[in-house]
Structure formats: C-alpha cells, structure tokens
Antibody
Framework: QVQLVASGGGVVQPGRSLRLSCAAS????????MHWVRQSPGMGLEWVAF????????FYADSVKGRFTISRDNSKNTLSLQMNSLSAEDTAVYYC?????????????????WGQGTVVTVSS | QSVLTQPPSASGTPGQSVTISCSGS????????VFWYRQLPGTAPKLLIY???KRPSGVPDRFSGSESGTSASLAISGLRSEDEADYYC???????????FGGGTKLTVL
C-alpha cells in the first residue's frame, strides 16, 4: 500500500543541525511532488517546503527560508529535509506528504498521503 | 497568525449539520484550489476535500466543500461523535509562493 515513513527526529541543541528523511513506497515516487509540513505542540499545521517531482522547483515557508533545504533521491524513493541553525521555534512534529497531482511544478492542490510524523525538539 | 481565517471552534449535536468557514484573499482562495483536512489527536491529517469540492475515495458524502470568491466552506451533515476533531483548510498562495493553512477549527459533537 501507499506509505510514507518519516525518521530522523530527536532532541537537538539550539543552533545545531538535523536531517530528516522520508521513505516512500507503494507509488511511483519519481512522478509526484513532495512536501514537509510541521505542527508545533498544541498548534495548527504549518507548511514548510515543497519539491517538484524532478527537483526543478523548490518552495519554502518564510520561517525556514535560508535555513532548511529540501531534497529527494528518486533512485532511492527518499525525501529529505536538512535543517540548520535550529531554534526552539522549530520544535514540532514534522510530517512528509505526497502531492495529489502527478508531475506538477507548483503544488496547486492537496497532499493526499501523509507520513506518521517525526518529532523534533530543539532544547538546550 | 494564519492568513487563512477559520473560526477556532464549532459544535453541533448528533445528526445536525455544521459548516466551517475559511476566509482568504484574491492571491490564495480567490485564485487557487481549496482543500480540507481532518485531524484526530496524535495522528496525521486526513484529506477530506480537494479541488474545492471533490472527495477522495472513501470519504462519505456527508462531507462537502464549496468556494465563493475569497472564501470557502466545509459542510458536514449527519454529525457523528467520530467527527469530533480538528479541521484545517489550505490552499496555494501566489503572492508568497507557498502553501497556507488556516488556523484550524476544533469541532465538538455535543
């Protein structure tokens, strides 16, 4: 079945880096754009980043621009999020999600499949 | 503070209908598709509506979406206790080149 499994979360000190991964299975990963979405404790959803199916387009939320980098390896069906200069405001559950539409450059519609989330805690 | 505005809470009794609103602007709802998610505590969001009003396979027709101008709505009919959850609207925003979510609406089934 279609599945996304996020990993790489943990406790990290402010200013340090962390790399999240998302393993995809059950669908043709190389034809779908992918997203990272986060949710701080007790708060709502916050979109973080998008990468198009062919890596030609990447978009970021202003809150992470310049600090986070989204990437993918279509040969390994893996999505990644490199997070640098972390602060307490980055503490959240991080979800990877699959775009609904196939082979698009801009995510104009929904994400239909979500991973289970991985917890990132930034604390000294 | 979310650019998409949702009421923080809504409520209804079993069998009733409830509508959750989502207000935006011309750069987001006014020119792009709206989608809706339901999230139960401790779980990932589940897609309810995409393309303004379309339901994914498996989502009952008790859930319906609509859009008019710079606002959108999610209507739930025949409320059930299991509908008690947080509901989020979302859309692409042309001016910020990013996806926006509403702040979420906590639905209570009394």
């Amino acid at each position: 079945q279609v599945q996304l499994v996020a990993s790489g979360g943990g406790v990290v000190q402010p200013g340090r880096s962390l790399r999240l991964s998302c393993a995809a299975s059950g669908f043709t990963f190389s034809t779908y754009g992918m997203h990272w979405v986060r949710q701080s404790p007790g708060m709502g959803l916050e979109w973080v980043a998008f990468i198009s199916y062919d890596e030609s387009n990447k978009f970021y939320a202003d809150s992470v621009k310049g600090r986070f980098t989204i990437s993918r390896d279509n040969s390994k069906n893996t999505l990644s999020l490199q997070m640098n200069s972390l602060s307490a405001e980055d503490t959240a559950v991080y979800y990877c999600a699959k775009d609904y539409l196939v082979m698009i450059q801009i995510p104009i519609d929904a994400f239909d499949i979500w991973g289970q989330g991985t917890v990132v805690t930034v604390s000294s | 503070q979310s650019v998409l505005t949702q009421p923080p809470s809504a409520s209804g009794t079993p069998g009733q209908s409830v509508t959750i609103s989502c207000s935006g602007s011309t750069s987001n709802i006014g020119s792009n598709y709206v989608f809706w998610y339901r999230q139960l505590p401790g779980t990932a969001p589940k897609l309810l509506i995409y393309g303004n009003h379309k339901r994914p396979s498996g989502v009952p027709d008790r859930f319906s979406g609509s859009e008019s101008g710079t606002s959108a709505s999610l209507a739930i009919s025949g409320l059930r206790s299991e509908d008690e959850a947080d509901y989020y609207c979302g859309t692409w925003d042309d001016s910020v080149s990013g996806v926006l979510f509403g702040g979420g609406t906590k639905l209570t089934v009394l």
